[in-house]
Protein backbone atom coordinates (compact mmCIF):
# COMPACT_ATOMS: atom_id res chain seq x y z
CA UNK A 1 0.00 0.00 0.00
CA UNK A 2 1.22 3.33 -0.39
CA UNK A 3 0.11 6.19 1.07
CA UNK A 4 0.81 10.45 0.57
CA UNK A 5 1.11 12.45 3.25
CA UNK A 6 0.65 16.62 2.32
CA UNK A 7 1.41 18.85 4.84
CA UNK A 8 3.69 21.45 6.77
CA UNK A 9 4.59 24.53 7.58
CA UNK A 10 4.90 24.36 11.32
CA UNK A 11 5.34 21.47 13.23
CA UNK A 12 1.61 21.24 14.33
CA UNK A 13 0.83 20.29 10.73
CA UNK A 14 3.70 18.19 10.51
CA UNK A 15 3.79 15.65 13.27
CA UNK A 16 0.51 14.09 13.24
CA UNK A 17 1.24 12.90 9.66
CA UNK A 18 4.44 11.50 11.04
CA UNK A 19 2.73 9.99 13.72
CA UNK A 20 0.41 8.29 11.53
CA UNK A 21 3.08 7.39 9.01
CA UNK A 22 4.94 5.55 11.55
CA UNK A 23 1.87 3.92 12.73
CA UNK A 24 0.72 2.72 9.06
CA UNK A 25 4.63 1.47 8.85
CA UNK A 26 4.38 -0.55 12.46
CA UNK A 27 1.30 -2.38 11.14
CA UNK A 28 2.68 -3.29 7.85
CA UNK A 29 6.19 -2.91 7.38
CA UNK A 30 5.67 -3.11 3.40
CA UNK A 31 3.78 -0.07 3.39
CA UNK A 32 5.26 2.89 1.72
CA UNK A 33 5.18 6.37 2.83
CA UNK A 34 5.46 9.70 0.68
CA UNK A 35 5.15 13.07 1.56
CA UNK A 36 4.57 16.41 0.36
CA UNK A 37 5.42 19.45 1.20
CA UNK A 38 7.84 23.18 0.78
CA UNK A 39 11.38 23.18 0.46
CA UNK A 40 11.44 25.90 2.78
CA UNK A 41 8.73 24.51 5.59
CA UNK A 42 10.03 22.44 8.66
CA UNK A 43 8.47 19.68 6.85
CA UNK A 44 11.87 19.66 4.44
CA UNK A 45 14.02 18.81 7.36
CA UNK A 46 11.87 16.52 10.00
CA UNK A 47 10.20 14.48 6.63
CA UNK A 48 13.88 13.40 5.33
CA UNK A 49 15.22 12.69 9.10
CA UNK A 50 12.18 10.48 9.62
CA UNK A 51 13.14 8.41 6.47
CA UNK A 52 10.50 8.57 4.48
CA UNK A 53 10.34 9.93 0.81
CA UNK A 54 10.13 13.30 0.36
CA UNK A 55 8.79 15.91 -2.52
CA UNK A 56 8.59 19.24 -2.54
CA UNK A 57 6.12 21.73 -4.25
CA UNK A 58 6.14 26.03 -4.15
CA UNK A 59 3.27 27.41 -2.65
CA UNK A 60 2.56 30.28 -0.68
CA UNK A 61 -0.28 31.65 1.20
CA UNK A 62 -2.31 34.70 0.56
CA UNK A 63 -1.66 38.15 3.04
CA UNK A 64 -4.94 39.10 3.96
CA UNK A 65 -4.00 42.92 4.81
CA UNK A 66 -3.85 45.17 2.08
CA UNK A 67 -0.57 46.64 1.43
CA UNK A 68 1.87 47.22 -1.24
CA UNK A 69 3.95 45.10 0.14
CA UNK A 70 1.08 42.32 -0.05
CA UNK A 71 -0.42 43.22 -2.82
CA UNK A 72 2.96 42.00 -4.63
CA UNK A 73 2.71 38.79 -2.48
CA UNK A 74 -0.46 37.66 -3.37
CA UNK A 75 0.42 38.22 -7.25
CA UNK A 76 3.49 35.98 -6.97
CA UNK A 77 1.03 33.53 -4.65
CA UNK A 78 -1.60 33.45 -7.68
CA UNK A 79 0.97 32.62 -9.77
CA UNK A 80 2.76 29.71 -7.59
CA UNK A 81 -1.51 28.50 -6.91
CA UNK A 82 -1.31 27.49 -10.79
CA UNK A 83 2.00 26.17 -11.16
CA UNK A 84 1.94 24.08 -7.63
CA UNK A 85 -1.15 22.20 -9.16
CA UNK A 86 0.65 21.56 -12.30
CA UNK A 87 3.27 20.15 -10.35
CA UNK A 88 0.87 18.17 -7.75
CA UNK A 89 -0.78 16.49 -10.23
CA UNK A 90 2.15 15.55 -11.73
CA UNK A 91 3.29 14.55 -8.74
CA UNK A 92 0.29 12.45 -8.12
CA UNK A 93 0.23 10.96 -11.67
CA UNK A 94 3.68 9.57 -10.85
CA UNK A 95 3.58 8.25 -7.22
CA UNK A 96 -0.13 6.58 -7.86
CA UNK A 97 -0.80 6.50 -4.24
CA UNK A 98 -3.64 4.39 -2.66
CA UNK A 99 -4.72 7.22 -0.64
CA UNK A 100 -4.19 10.72 0.11
CA UNK A 101 -3.81 12.00 3.14
CA UNK A 102 -3.58 15.87 3.97
CA UNK A 103 -2.99 17.26 7.10
CA UNK A 104 -2.72 21.03 6.84
CA UNK A 105 -1.19 24.11 5.75
CA UNK A 106 -1.20 25.83 2.13
CA UNK A 107 1.08 22.74 0.31
CA UNK A 108 -2.46 20.80 1.39
CA UNK A 109 -4.21 22.65 -0.93
CA UNK A 110 -3.07 21.69 -4.52
CA UNK A 111 -2.44 17.79 -3.75
CA UNK A 112 -5.19 17.36 -1.90
CA UNK A 113 -7.47 19.45 -4.82
CA UNK A 114 -5.63 17.67 -7.60
CA UNK A 115 -5.82 14.37 -5.76
CA UNK A 116 -9.44 14.36 -5.97
CA UNK A 117 -9.57 15.50 -9.58
CA UNK A 118 -8.23 12.24 -10.61
CA UNK A 119 -10.17 10.26 -8.69
CA UNK A 120 -7.77 9.40 -6.12
CA UNK A 121 -9.27 8.11 -2.55
CA UNK A 122 -8.81 11.66 -0.54
CA UNK A 123 -8.52 12.68 3.63
CA UNK A 124 -8.35 15.33 5.56
CA UNK A 125 -7.72 15.93 9.27
CA UNK A 126 -7.77 19.14 11.44
CA UNK A 127 -5.97 19.98 14.59
CA UNK A 128 -7.34 22.97 15.05
CA UNK A 129 -10.93 23.95 16.74
CA UNK A 130 -11.52 26.28 14.34
CA UNK A 131 -10.48 24.87 11.04
CA UNK A 132 -8.38 26.89 8.30
CA UNK A 133 -8.83 27.76 5.03
CA UNK A 134 -7.39 25.31 3.31
CA UNK A 135 -9.52 22.86 5.54
CA UNK A 136 -13.16 24.35 4.81
CA UNK A 137 -11.84 24.73 0.77
CA UNK A 138 -11.19 20.93 0.68
CA UNK A 139 -13.94 19.51 3.05
CA UNK A 140 -16.67 19.52 0.09
CA UNK A 141 -14.34 17.64 -2.19
CA UNK A 142 -12.48 14.74 -0.29
CA UNK A 143 -13.59 11.86 0.51
CA UNK A 144 -13.10 11.94 4.70
CA UNK A 145 -13.04 14.70 6.94
CA UNK A 146 -11.38 13.72 10.53
CA UNK A 147 -11.38 16.74 12.86
CA UNK A 148 -9.20 16.99 16.38
CA UNK A 149 -12.04 18.31 18.41
CA UNK A 150 -15.56 17.75 18.52
CA UNK A 151 -15.69 22.25 18.57
CA UNK A 152 -14.85 22.05 14.90
CA UNK A 153 -17.97 19.93 13.45
CA UNK A 154 -20.06 22.77 12.94
CA UNK A 155 -17.45 24.36 10.28
CA UNK A 156 -16.60 22.23 7.11
CA UNK A 157 -19.21 21.43 4.55
CA UNK A 158 -18.07 18.05 4.15
CA UNK A 159 -19.21 15.11 1.92
CA UNK A 160 -20.19 12.81 4.38
CA UNK A 161 -20.24 13.18 8.25
CA UNK A 162 -16.76 14.09 9.87
CA UNK A 163 -15.04 11.94 12.51
CA UNK A 164 -13.87 13.09 15.70
CA UNK A 165 -10.69 11.28 16.26
CA UNK A 166 -8.34 13.83 18.39
CA UNK A 167 -4.89 14.66 17.64
CA UNK A 168 -1.56 11.99 17.99
CA UNK A 169 0.73 13.20 20.26
CA UNK A 170 3.76 11.71 21.79
CA UNK A 171 2.84 8.43 23.62
CA UNK A 172 6.45 8.90 26.08
CA UNK A 173 4.42 11.61 27.42
CA UNK A 174 2.70 9.11 30.11
CA UNK A 175 5.79 7.00 30.87
CA UNK A 176 7.11 9.55 33.29
CA UNK A 177 5.27 9.66 36.75
CA UNK A 178 5.65 12.57 39.20
CA UNK A 179 8.13 11.45 41.59
CA UNK A 180 10.87 10.05 38.95
CA UNK A 181 10.04 13.09 36.90
CA UNK A 182 10.83 15.55 39.96
CA UNK A 183 13.59 13.76 40.92
CA UNK A 184 15.57 13.70 37.83
CA UNK A 185 15.18 17.88 37.27
CA UNK A 186 16.47 18.03 41.29
CA UNK A 187 13.33 19.49 42.72
CA UNK A 188 13.78 18.02 46.03
CA UNK A 189 11.32 20.38 48.34
CA UNK A 190 7.45 19.21 48.59
CA UNK A 191 6.06 22.44 46.94
CA UNK A 192 4.30 23.11 43.91
CA UNK A 193 5.80 23.13 40.38
CA UNK A 194 5.01 25.90 37.67
CA UNK A 195 5.70 25.27 34.12
CA UNK A 196 5.46 27.48 31.72
CA UNK A 197 6.36 27.91 27.49
CA UNK A 198 5.97 30.12 24.69
CA UNK A 199 7.13 27.99 21.77
CA UNK A 200 10.51 27.09 20.66
CA UNK A 201 11.33 31.10 19.42
CA UNK A 202 9.70 32.43 22.67
CA UNK A 203 6.57 34.64 22.67
CA UNK A 204 8.04 38.45 24.55
CA UNK A 205 4.40 38.83 25.87
CA UNK A 206 4.92 35.66 27.87
CA UNK A 207 8.34 36.24 28.59
CA UNK A 208 8.07 39.74 29.96
CA UNK A 209 4.96 37.95 32.04
CA UNK A 210 6.42 35.42 33.36
CA UNK A 211 9.90 37.57 34.19
CA UNK A 212 7.83 40.51 36.17
CA UNK A 213 5.84 37.17 38.49
CA UNK A 214 9.57 35.87 39.21
CA UNK A 215 10.17 39.37 40.35
CA UNK A 216 7.26 39.00 42.44
CA UNK A 217 7.54 35.72 44.28
CA UNK A 218 9.25 36.70 47.28
CA UNK A 219 6.13 37.18 49.39
CA UNK A 220 4.72 34.07 47.99
CA UNK A 221 4.52 30.53 49.22
CA UNK A 222 7.55 28.02 47.61
CA UNK A 223 7.48 26.91 44.48
CA UNK A 224 9.25 25.71 41.47
CA UNK A 225 9.34 27.52 38.23
CA UNK A 226 10.79 25.99 35.24
CA UNK A 227 10.40 28.37 31.64
CA UNK A 228 11.66 28.26 28.47
CA UNK A 229 12.36 31.32 27.15
CA UNK A 230 12.93 30.23 23.13
CA UNK A 231 15.49 30.88 21.49
CA UNK A 232 14.89 34.77 20.76
CA UNK A 233 13.67 35.61 23.85
CA UNK A 234 16.47 33.68 26.19
CA UNK A 235 19.07 36.45 26.12
CA UNK A 236 16.34 39.25 27.07
CA UNK A 237 14.91 37.76 29.64
CA UNK A 238 18.12 37.01 31.01
CA UNK A 239 18.70 40.47 31.29
CA UNK A 240 14.95 41.42 32.33
CA UNK A 241 15.47 39.22 35.41
CA UNK A 242 18.63 41.06 36.08
CA UNK A 243 17.11 44.43 35.77
CA UNK A 244 14.47 42.88 38.49
CA UNK A 245 16.82 42.00 40.74
CA UNK A 246 15.57 38.04 40.38
CA UNK A 247 18.40 35.45 40.24
CA UNK A 248 18.06 32.68 38.07
CA UNK A 249 20.09 30.78 39.56
CA UNK A 250 17.63 30.65 42.17
CA UNK A 251 17.43 26.94 43.18
CA UNK A 252 13.59 27.57 42.84
CA UNK A 253 13.72 28.69 39.60
CA UNK A 254 14.70 26.84 35.74
CA UNK A 255 15.15 29.25 33.22
CA UNK A 256 16.12 27.60 29.83
CA UNK A 257 16.27 28.36 26.39
CA UNK A 258 14.04 25.55 25.36
CA UNK A 259 12.39 22.03 26.82
CA UNK A 260 13.99 19.27 25.33
CA UNK A 261 12.62 17.01 27.82
CA UNK A 262 8.85 17.90 28.17
CA UNK A 263 7.66 14.47 28.87
CA UNK A 264 9.65 14.93 32.40
CA UNK A 265 8.66 18.66 32.92
CA UNK A 266 4.83 18.29 32.31
CA UNK A 267 5.14 14.85 34.74
CA UNK A 268 6.40 17.25 37.27
CA UNK A 269 4.33 19.98 36.63
CA UNK A 270 1.02 20.89 38.92
CA UNK A 271 0.05 23.81 36.27
CA UNK A 272 1.32 24.82 32.98
CA UNK A 273 1.43 28.43 31.14
CA UNK A 274 1.93 28.30 27.44
CA UNK A 275 -0.22 29.21 24.15
CA UNK A 276 -2.64 27.20 22.62
CA UNK A 277 -1.79 25.31 19.99
CA UNK A 278 -3.58 22.34 18.79
CA UNK A 279 -0.59 19.66 19.17
CA UNK A 280 0.54 21.32 23.19
CA UNK A 281 -3.48 21.39 24.00
CA UNK A 282 -3.64 17.75 23.20
CA UNK A 283 -0.62 16.93 24.78
CA UNK A 284 -1.89 18.89 28.18
CA UNK A 285 -5.25 16.71 27.86
CA UNK A 286 -3.42 13.42 27.42
CA UNK A 287 -1.44 14.35 30.92
CA UNK A 288 -4.32 15.28 32.73
CA UNK A 289 -2.65 18.71 33.04
CA UNK A 290 -4.76 22.32 34.17
CA UNK A 291 -3.34 25.11 32.58
CA UNK A 292 -3.60 28.87 31.89
CA UNK A 293 -3.58 29.43 28.60
CA UNK A 294 -2.55 32.42 26.57
CA UNK A 295 -3.34 32.23 22.44
CA UNK A 296 -1.43 33.94 20.55
CA UNK A 297 -3.43 36.79 18.49
CA UNK A 298 -1.23 35.98 15.29
CA UNK A 299 -2.31 33.09 14.26
CA UNK A 300 -4.62 32.71 10.75
CA UNK A 301 -8.16 32.66 12.11
CA UNK A 302 -7.32 33.56 15.47
CA UNK A 303 -7.59 29.26 15.65
CA UNK A 304 -5.68 29.65 19.00
CA UNK A 305 -8.09 31.69 20.67
CA UNK A 306 -11.09 28.95 19.51
CA UNK A 307 -8.93 25.59 20.97
CA UNK A 308 -8.31 27.59 24.11
CA UNK A 309 -11.73 27.88 24.91
CA UNK A 310 -12.53 24.45 23.74
CA UNK A 311 -10.63 23.62 27.36
CA UNK A 312 -11.83 26.57 29.47
CA UNK A 313 -15.73 25.45 28.71
CA UNK A 314 -15.30 21.85 29.98
CA UNK A 315 -13.35 23.42 33.11
CA UNK A 316 -9.91 22.01 32.14
CA UNK A 317 -7.94 25.49 31.65
CA UNK A 318 -8.35 29.40 32.87
CA UNK A 319 -7.63 31.65 29.28
CA UNK A 320 -6.27 34.89 29.31
CA UNK A 321 -5.73 36.67 25.91
CA UNK A 322 -2.64 38.73 25.33
CA UNK A 323 -4.02 42.35 25.23
CA UNK A 324 -4.88 41.41 29.02
CA UNK A 325 -1.61 39.62 29.98
CA UNK A 326 0.26 41.83 32.85
CA UNK A 327 2.95 40.28 35.59
CA UNK A 328 -0.17 41.31 37.83
CA UNK A 329 -2.98 39.46 36.10
CA UNK A 330 -0.27 36.24 35.46
CA UNK A 331 -0.24 36.73 39.46
CA UNK A 332 -3.66 36.76 40.22
CA UNK A 333 -4.69 33.46 38.30
CA UNK A 334 -1.04 31.68 38.95
CA UNK A 335 -2.03 32.30 43.05
CA UNK A 336 -5.43 31.66 42.79
CA UNK A 337 -4.83 28.03 41.00
CA UNK A 338 -1.25 26.71 42.15
CA UNK A 339 -1.70 26.68 46.11
CA UNK A 340 -5.85 25.27 45.70
CA UNK A 341 -5.01 21.48 45.25
CA UNK A 342 -8.62 20.57 44.92
CA UNK A 343 -8.91 23.26 41.99
CA UNK A 344 -5.81 22.08 40.05
CA UNK A 345 -7.06 18.43 40.40
CA UNK A 346 -10.71 19.25 39.13
CA UNK A 347 -9.16 21.21 36.24
CA UNK A 348 -6.48 18.04 35.36
CA UNK A 349 -9.29 15.11 35.34
CA UNK A 350 -11.41 17.62 33.00
CA UNK A 351 -8.33 17.39 30.46
CA UNK A 352 -8.03 14.11 30.78
CA UNK A 353 -11.35 13.65 30.21
CA UNK A 354 -10.79 15.03 26.40
CA UNK A 355 -7.69 13.30 26.11
CA UNK A 356 -7.84 10.54 22.83
CA UNK A 357 -4.68 8.72 23.56
CA UNK A 358 -5.53 6.44 20.79
CA UNK A 359 -6.04 9.42 17.94
CA UNK A 360 -2.98 7.97 15.98
CA UNK A 361 -4.63 4.54 15.82
CA UNK A 362 -8.12 6.19 14.98
CA UNK A 363 -7.04 8.34 11.95
CA UNK A 364 -4.88 5.31 10.76
CA UNK A 365 -8.04 2.90 11.00
CA UNK A 366 -9.76 5.97 8.36
CA UNK A 367 -6.92 5.79 6.34
CA UNK A 368 -6.75 1.82 5.59
CA UNK A 369 -10.73 1.79 5.72
CA UNK A 370 -10.67 4.31 2.64
CA UNK A 371 -7.95 2.24 1.19
CA UNK A 372 -9.49 -0.71 1.51
CA UNK A 373 -13.25 0.67 0.30
CA UNK A 374 -11.88 1.98 -3.08
CA UNK A 375 -9.44 -0.81 -3.62
Do not use: W
Not at 144 to 170: E, F, H, S, W
Not at 321 to 335: C, F, G, I, K, Y
Amino acid sequence: MHIVFAGGGTAGHINPALAVAALLKERDETTRITCIGTARGLEARLVPAAGYEFHTIDVAGFQRKLTLQNVKRNAAAFYKMFRSSHDAKRLLRDLQPDVVVGTGGYVSGPVLREAAKLGLPTLIHEQNAFPGVTTKMLAPKVDRVLLAMPAAQQYPKCRTAPVVTGNPVRAALTRVDKAAARAKLGLTRDCPVLLSFGGSLGARPINEAVAGLMAQRKDQPPYYHIHAAGRVGYEPMLAQLQTRGVDPADEMLRVREYIDDMDVCLAAADLVVCRAGAITLSELQLCGKPSILIPSPYVAENHQFHNAVTLRDTGAATLIEERDLTPASLRETVDRLLFDPAALTAMGNAARAGAKPDAADRIADAVLALAKHNG
